[in-house]
């Protein structure tokens, strides 16, 4: 009965490589996002969705893309992998409109190691 | 664009004694304020929130208190135990900000035995 939940946890790849994160939420909730968190453990958003509409995008390079086939998921596509972009990527949902401030419910975490 | 300050970056308290994190924000227009627990592999989960009108909020051992004249809040944990040892974020956001969350740096706490 996980409530936000990713894909894969773990993924290892060589720079260059394409990759995907897959995240599904069974909350019922409207908006989704992704936060990058890095090795001093930053925590910064990189996208929000609502209802499958893109509603924040953090200035991330378009070698990211997110896509969201229903607003129960959002997957996140990284194109030709970079060493920098080693990070724990989380996923997450609230339940309203993307102008309220509504609490947001993290998904355990895919930690992508890039080599 | 949002700006969250957070001190200390680590805190060690001896089981028992109190913790107190602080945060400051640059947005006037912000009025959510949740934070964050997160264990060491963990996903970030949240403890507690205030949103801007009220002052302050408890639940057992955990209070956040909110200054909006000086745009800072605080979070303050009694009776520590060990298992409060994790990193706390705090965050803000407002209305018809696309609820995005602006994050603090973290604060790594460590409750002594």
């Known amino acids: 009965d996980t409530a936000v939940s990713q894909t894969p946890k773990y993924l290892v790849t060589q720079m260059g490589n394409d990759k995907s994160i897959k995240c599904e939420q069974n909350?019922?909730?409207?908006?989704m996002y992704w936060y990058k968190q890095d090795s001093k453990k930053f925590l910064k958003i990189m996208f929000s969705y609502n209802n499958k509409e893109l509603i924040i995008n953090e200035t991330v390079p378009n070698r990211f893309s997110p896509k969201s086939p229903d607003k129960a998921h959002l997957n996140l596509h990284i194109n030709s992998l970079e060493l920098g972009d080693s990070a724990v990527y989380f996923c997450?949902?609230?339940?309203?409109?993307?102008?309220?401030?509504?609490?947001?419910?993290f998904g355990p975490g895919t930690r992508l190691t890039v080599l | 664009g949002e700006n969250v300050e957070q001190h200390p970056s680590t805190l060690s308290v001896q089981e028992g004694d109190s913790a107190v994190i602080k945060c400051t924000y640059s947005d006037s227009a912000s009025n959510y304020f949740p934070w964050y627990k997160q264990e060491l592999g963990k996903r970030p989960q949240l403890i507690i929130d205030i949103r801007s009108n009220v002052g302050e909020k408890k639940d057992q051992r955990i209070a956040v208190t909110l200054n909006k004249t000086a745009k800072h809040f605080s979070l303050h944990i009694t009776e520590t135990q060990p298992e409060d040892s994790a990193v706390y974020f705090c965050?803000?956001?407002?209305?018809?900000?696309?609820?995005?969350?602006?994050f603090g740096t973290g604060t790594q706490l460590k409750v002594e035995l």
């Open positions: 965050a803000a956001s407002k209305m018809g900000g696309g609820n995005k969350l602006t």
């Open positions: 909350l019922g909730h409207d908006t």
């Open positions: 997450a949902s609230s339940q309203g409109l993307a102008q309220s401030t509504d609490t947001q419910y």
